[in-house]
């Protein structure tokens, strides 16, 4: 089992920026991809961004490119996620995601993960 704490939603302005963090407990962080994903009010979750097990590989979609950022301290068991130049349409709640595997890859489907986190807010005011 892993559990998965957010931290770091709240509330900015149009251009501001927060960063996500994501705090695993439980079985090695190590042996987990990790992702990032979004939900804003009457939507589907969507994928935003998700790194390897090792750190080797992220991606970030297209919305986010350039201005999102994913990375992941395997000594602290954090996974993070760097948002800058925010806009309105970033509002959402987002969740972090873990996968157990040893392949060094990325994974973008929702089913795909094993576990998840509650959640933290962040909303961008314009």
């Known amino acids: 089992q892993v559990q998965l704490v957010e931290s770091g939603g709240g509330l900015v302005q149009a251009g501001g920026s927060l960063r996500l963090s994501c705090a695993a407990s439980?079985?090695?962080?190590?042996?987990?991809?990790m992702g990032w994903f979004r939900q804003a009010p009457g939507k589907e979750r969507e994928f935003v961004a998700g790194i390897s097990w090792r750190g080797s590989r992220s991606y970030h979609v297209d919305p986010v490119k350039g201005r999102f950022t994913i990375s992941r301290d395997l000594a602290e068991n954090t996974v993070y996620l760097q948002m800058n130049s925010l806009k309105p349409e970033d509002t959402a709640v987002y969740y972090c995601?873990?996968?157990?595997?040893?392949?060094?890859?990325?994974?973008?489907?929702?089913?795909?993960?094993?576990?998840w986190g509650k959640g933290t807010q962040v909303t961008v005011s314009s």
């Open positions: 439980g079985r090695t962080f190590s042996s987990y991809a």
């Open positions: 995601a873990a996968k157990g595997t040893k392949l060094e890859s990325v994974w973008s489907s929702r089913g795909a993960y094993d576990y």
